[in-house]
């Protein structure tokens, strides 16, 4: 079991949500100042070091024109990241290729990464939410073709050391390919892709990259991973899927007591419920298949945005995307949710977001490190294969349920008009 | 009334057809092509109307490699080598109008009479200002403001459509971002070919059309050798929807 930090490096100094339609795309930057966002920096960079000396791995991510996540160029601070660390592998999940317009400029920055950091990039790639349409002016439609036509190219430019090869595309053209540096392992960085589709999921498998997923809790978990060794075997890379090509991304807080650990939990959910999106920006046309929309005209709705609308840590917890209480809860939590699904060798904690101040989130860190890694290290090997099932209820054990303490007052969560959130809605 | 699908290349394009007469091309905008709208049987009792449904429109194929108002451009030339039309009168709207524009300056030779309802396809005004309001990142309830001179009486009600009609709907939905999301609906070499042109040319525009604007028809029109300016009173960017019997008549005297 790999475990990785994952901050989003938001921007929460905000005004009141419903003074603005759309916290992505539209929301003006007049309201971010620049030197409380240089501190916020600091303070994001710091805890990535903290958390790689207490022996994670460092995950982060690109959005654009947002405050939910002030990183819209990613490999500069991976590439910042690089220098700060020295031990920690540095995942980049990932870089927006279906709106990039040119994929061999990203495999010469995951390659200058690489060199950099001496060969620990990560190299993740993922479709993008629908938010990123606008700010990339990117055509919402034939996205996951562009999309893997971008990710074949830069593999085939990290992996080519023998003077200019040509691609001409259906989407990508380059005549002369011969990327300096070429990357530090090889035959190139691991890849990374992810999807909260069992489709997409499937893709990914035939590829043999690694399989992310977000706080997609226990059946679609179990689907999507399925259909990734579906797409793996049929891909001939054997029967055995190994543990290590399955990712599973939770909003985790771990804490010294119940109370502790459900004021730090409630902070996060603010990566839920802060994300208010206007409808034009979450569902651009083409972006949701055409059977997608007409289910949703007839009413359905994403899981996430139906549980935006109660959040609660109590049932953000049985719905398996929030890892919350003491040590003893999140490693209960924890085991209950890998068994069910069949196991993965990625746990990406998403241990920061909106107002979890610097101390509390170094808390969740060190106490998630010291308290429960050590443990799901040793039960949950590398060397295991994915897909060994518990026969377990898709939900946690009763036992290791957080409430809400007593001594604490009303929810600080209150009612805005929700939309899925970030990378929940990737390829 | 006769309803077929032919093969452009290796598309398959499903065409509508109606009356007798010297022909008429029918393209349609973003909407897709719907027999049931009262403009296509005032304009049938006069001439032959042949309305095919885009690329991705209907139940039009969408092959991967279209992608472009151009393609369809050349698909409809092909349309009408099909049917033996040497030479056709048209009338485009919106999208349609584009596709238009760009078949005249391909074969200026092959068509007569040329109506434009509120069409776009070219960038007129400055480079910091859209000529044509981005519908993509406009509040989904804003947008039939721009459409309808009343949008009252045009209500989306998806429960009063089957699963097929709205498949249809959607997918003429996102067959409009394919083709118009950038450069945001024009291309910018059109209007450095329009000089080819030599159709008489009838610019239809309502006069509450709140994508379209006033201006925009002039600059257009003035692209063209031969063209006049109609406004219809009440309606939007959809007059042939919203007043049908005057937009007939308006096109009816135009053709002859």
Redesign the interface.
């Given at each position: 079991m790999q475990a990785w930090h994952f901050s989003e490096t938001a921007y929460p100094y905000l005004p009141p949500a419903d003074s603005y339609p759309s916290i992505r795309v539209s929301l003006p930057n007049k309201h971010y100042d620049p030197e409380k966002g240089a501190a916020l920096y600091d303070r994001y960079l710091k805890e990535w070091q903290i958390a790689e000396e207490e022996g994670l791995n460092i995950m982060l991510n690109e959005h654009h024109q947002t405050a939910t996540c002030v990183d819209p160029a990613a490999p500069l601070m991976l590439a910042a990241l690089a220098r700060l660390t020295s031990k920690a592998r540095l995942l980049i999940l990932g870089n927006p290729a279906a709106n990039r317009r040119q994929p061999v400029r990203i495999a010469e920055e995951m390659a200058l990464i690489d060199v950099l950091s001496r060969g620990r990039l990560e190299a993740g790639f993922v479709r993008g939410v629908p938010y990123e349409i606008s700010p990339a002016n990117s055509n919402p439609v034939r996205m996951n073709e562009r999309f893997w036509e971008s990710i074949n190219l830069i593999v085939r430019a990290w992996t080519n050391h023998d003077g200019p090869v040509s691609h001409e595309g259906r989407f990508f053209h380059h005549r002369n390919i011969n990327i300096w540096p070429r990357v530090y392992q090889t035959p190139h960085p691991p890849v990374w892709v992810s999807t909260t589709s069992a489709g997409g999921a499937r893709q990914v498998g035939e590829k043999g990259y690694v399989q992310a997923t977000f706080l997609t809790g226990y059946q679609a978990t179990r689907k999507i991973y399925d259909s990734y060794r579906a797409g793996w075997r049929a891909s001939g890379f054997g029967n055995d899927v190994p543990i290590d090509r399955l990712a599973y991304a939770a909003i985790v807080y771990v804490g010294k007591t119940e109370e502790e650990a459900y004021r730090g939990a409630e902070k996060l959910l603010w990566y839920v419920t802060a994300n208010k999106v206007a409808p034009q920006f979450a569902n651009p046309p083409g972006y949701v298949p055409v059977e997608g929309n007409v289910a949703m005209m007839r009413g359905a709705s994403h899981p996430l945005s139906e549980f935006a609308k109660g959040a609660s840590v109590e049932a953000a917890i049985k719905a398996g995307f929030l890892f919350a209480g003491t040590a003893d809860q999140v490693y209960e939590q924890f085991k209950r949710h890998y068994g069910y699904v069949g196991g993965y060798g990625h746990l990406l904690l998403m241990g920061q977001a909106g107002f979890l101040e610097h101390d509390d989130t170094v808390a969740g860190i060190r106490n998630f490190a010291r308290d429960v890694y050590p443990r799901i290290k040793a039960e949950f090997p590398d060397t295991t294969i994915s897909g060994t099932f518990a026969d377990v209820p898709p939900e946690p054990p009763s036992h290791a349920l957080l409430s809400r303490p007593a001594s604490m007052g009303v929810p600080v969560l209150d009612a805005r008009p929700m939309t899925p959130l970030g990378a929940a809605r990737g390829a | 009334m006769k309803r077929d699908v032919i093969k452009l290349g290796e598309t398959e394009v499903e065409v509508h057809e109606e009356g007798s007469g010297h022909p008429v091309l029918f393209l349609h905008g973003a909407g897709g092509f719907n027999p049931k709208e009262p403009h296509v049987p005032l304009i049938a009792q006069h001439r032959r109307i042949i309305c095919p449904s885009h690329p991705g429109f209907g139940k039009s194929a969408l092959p991967?490699?279209v992608?472009n108002v151009d393609d369809i451009a050349h698909m409809y030339l092909d349309l009408m080598d099909q049917y033996g039309i040497a030479n056709a009168d048209v009338i485009g709207c919106s999208m349609g109008g584009w596709i238009t524009a760009e078949m005249l300056t391909k074969a200026p030779e092959r068509f007569g009479k040329v109506v434009l309802v509120s069409p776009v396809g070219v960038k007129l005004g400055p480079v910091d200002k859209l000529d044509i309001p981005d519908i993509?990142?406009?509040?989904?309830p804003d947008v039939p403001k721009l459409l309808y001179h009343d949008p009252s009486l045009f209500p989306f009600d998806?429960s009063k459509l089957s699963?097929e009609e709205?498949?249809v709907f959607?997918?003429n939905?996102?067959?409009?971002?394919?083709f118009v999301?950038?450069p945001y609906m024009h291309n910018p070499k059109l209007p450095h070919r329009l000089y080819r042109v030599t159709s008489p040319t009838l610019f239809i525009r309502g006069e509450s059309d709140g994508l379209v604007s006033a201006q925009y028809v002039e600059g257009y029109a003035k692209l063209f050798k031969s063209s006049r300016i109609e406004t219809v009173a009440k309606a939007g960017h959809v007059p042939h929807v919203e007043q049908p019997a005057a937009f007939a008549k308006l096109v009816n005297d135009f053709l002859g």
């Open positions: - | 991967d490699w992608d993509y990142t406009m509040s989904p998806p699963d709205l498949s959607m997918r939905r996102e067959s409009t971002a394919l999301w950038e």
